[in-house]
């Protein structure tokens, strides 16, 4: 769990990109592996559920779901219960994604379970406000993405570093122990050391890497002035 | 896709069970396929996406997926899309499930897409109306489950006849390239007699298969009356 | 019944613009009633349920509710119950709308139950697919409404009339029964007339009227080329 | 705001049965009101929306919505407006309720319009943890009702009183502000007794008074004790 959960971390969600798909889903958790031996910086990555065993079965880095549903296990066809996305290889799970906004009582389920799977979570939300109630949920991580700025190349950390500021704040008062995440918009050096220089650990980013001209490029450039 | 259609059928819907999940989900797969070499039944597989590839990978019956989302490529966290459990396996996927229903609007997208891609679409019911609605859709099968019997070991083809057969009806009357397929309580032989008998072409069950202590001996004797 | 399925129709959906909420509700169905009587164009309005009353209990024109919810009578805190959208005085539903879009299932159950209790239901869809599979549940009206016009200033009787008139065709095939409407962009007499031609029987829009800067005189324009 | 906030406080929620839709409705609000008078205590209604003009129109004691939708003014076509309950006479409304579970992001987005407008939210939670995370958004009450107790009969302050005492104690560390209320399988006055003698400053219940054969005696038996 230390190693996965090692600091300055980078996740990053695949999406359902068909550029991060199937085989390019392995490609490109290829090229995040090599970045990140090259760089020594933590980078994890979150592919859809039907690639995580493509990729956990052939690489170390640490892989994530991009949800997982609030059932235990039983008669749910088609709901993604933690145990499955488990044995397919994945260490945790993002939650409650701003494309994939979850109930309250179902996101508190989900948190506690993969505590007691021992998986990590990564829980988002969108403003200061549900992020003090993200922090009494206790989750490995909260990663703050306002909404509006996801796949806009605006980076939160330039936009509204007040809202990286006061999640980083909140945090402190509601429960230290968890590390803050900032999403939405960042894709290049600066990006990711201004989300550093704000109080947050790492990041949690898409499209600017995903749909990049050159992946192992942007993302060698997202970690470089960490 | 003639193999993957041809009937009678039987599709074993693995559900979130935790006895048909990860390795025990390929063990089962391997039964199913061992029962489909012996009887010559065509049997397919619906696995948690998860475990579509795990399954794929080693077994050659039809695997398909138990849902996916009506999004097409692009931003969408934790969505299920139709290329992805293509490219890890499916040959298609069921849609509507009763613990999975879906927007009217959703399904025709879902079916449509799975068309286009050559992929097998199981559109599951409640009622003859909503078959009536389901036939006009033009899926590769109908599977009429009436959920109040579902899970409940009580066979639709003995509780509700009514049911099915009208489905089976209505489907000639708007669309009988439609296949009708029987589900909800269906476990034994005569259930599965029945259900043929009745005018279906097969049926859709989990419980009566993926939890009784012999899966095997289960399945053998599924198809033991066709 | 009748005299509420009257056609041409004109359903004004009153949507939860601030324009259309309760004193600023009553008063855009008194205009409604102005121009239903002055013209004789038989006109219905679909407020907010909580406006339902307000405005039933003053006027003489037909009031729909703009949804309601596939439960029955029991303990289901926060739901739209049909009979409580009855007795405020409504006497049929929009369903299916495109900002409310259902499952099928409760799109068949909801269809069923307005007609079990003499309420007309006004079934949205947003293609020639789906308004087969609504043609199948016998509902009042199909409003065909292809979504990415709504809102838009563009008549869908201009942009997309294969569509109203795929639809029209349909219902003649499936169930002769359904009278089609045509909603998304109609905001003039010419786009209303435009519509008639192409085989509806009315109409279902909101914001041309409802935001307009005179909305008699948009309603006015709007049936005086029937 | 004051007196409405009052306690000890009884929130009758009305759900969708037929004995308190429409005129039952009304009917019910009078009981409650006579109730009010006659014992000096704080008795709330909650309607559905369609009842709720119906009742504010006529009665004096505090009216709320059963659930509002998180969306603003404009093109949401079956939605529940804040705007238009409040309106319609609500002071406000309860959220998040067990059968209308909503998102975490919805729910703070209702609170805090419920706050600007000057309206009273009365958010429920399924557990300690859900409060914490409850009071963190400021609402005026927290309603504090394990699921599996709600239309049980089982009182939660007899069958599970450290969660109420859990929630009133992780209120005073997190938000004194917030006041707790007790829910599910409260009927008789002794379990309006002991759920104030738990911390909690007042009850949220239904079936029990709502179905009961003389609401108004069911109702005084409530109060009885405190």
């Known amino acids: 769990m230390k190693e996965i959960t090692r600091t300055p971390i980078v996740i990053l969600n695949f999406k359902t990109y068909l550029e991060s798909t199937g085989e390019k889903a392995l490609n490109l958790a290829k090229i995040s592996q090599e970045v990140a031996e090259e760089t020594g910086v933590n980078i994890a990555v979150a592919p859809q559920h039907a690639d995580l065993l493509r990729i956990s079965g052939q690489m170390s880095i640490p892989v994530l779901a991009q949800h997982v549903d609030a059932v235990d296990a039983g008669g749910h066809t088609g709901s993604v219960l933690l145990e499955s996305v488990k044995?397919?290889?994945?260490?945790?799970?993002?939650?409650?994604?701003?494309?994939?906004?979850?109930?309250?009582?179902?996101?508190?389920?989900v948190?506690?379970?993969?505590?007691?799977?021992?998986?990590?979570?990564?829980?988002?939300?969108?403003?200061?406000?549900?992020?003090?109630?993200?922090?009494?949920?206790?989750?490995?991580?909260?990663?703050?993405?306002?909404?509006?700025?996801?796949?806009?190349?605006?980076?939160?950390?330039?936009?509204?570093?007040?809202?990286?500021?006061?999640?980083?704040?909140?945090?402190?008062?509601?429960?230290?122990?968890?590390?803050?995440?900032?999403?939405?918009?960042?894709?290049?050096?600066?990006?990711?050391?201004?989300?550093?220089?704000?109080?947050s650990e790492g990041v949690l980013l898409a499209s600017g890497i995903v749909l990049?001209?050159?992946?192992?490029?942007?993302?060698?450039d997202l970690v470089s002035k960490i």
């Open 212 to 220: 990049a001209e050159d992946p192992k490029k942007a993302l060698l």
């Open 111 to 199: 948190v506690k379970k993969a505590t007691e799977q021992e998986m990590i979570s990564v829980l988002c939300t969108n403003n200061i406000e549900t992020s003090a109630a993200a922090a009494t949920l206790q989750p490995t991580f909260v990663a703050i993405e306002p909404p509006e700025l996801i796949g806009s190349g605006i980076p939160v950390s330039k936009a509204e570093p007040e809202i990286v500021e006061g999640t980083v704040d909140i945090m402190h008062q509601i429960n230290p122990d968890v590390k803050v995440l900032c999403g939405a918009g960042i894709s290049t050096g600066e990006d990711m050391k201004a989300a550093l220089d704000l109080g």
């Open 87 to 109: 044995e397919a290889g994945a260490s945790g799970t993002l939650i409650n994604h701003s494309e994939k906004r979850m109930k309250l009582a179902d996101i508190q389920q």
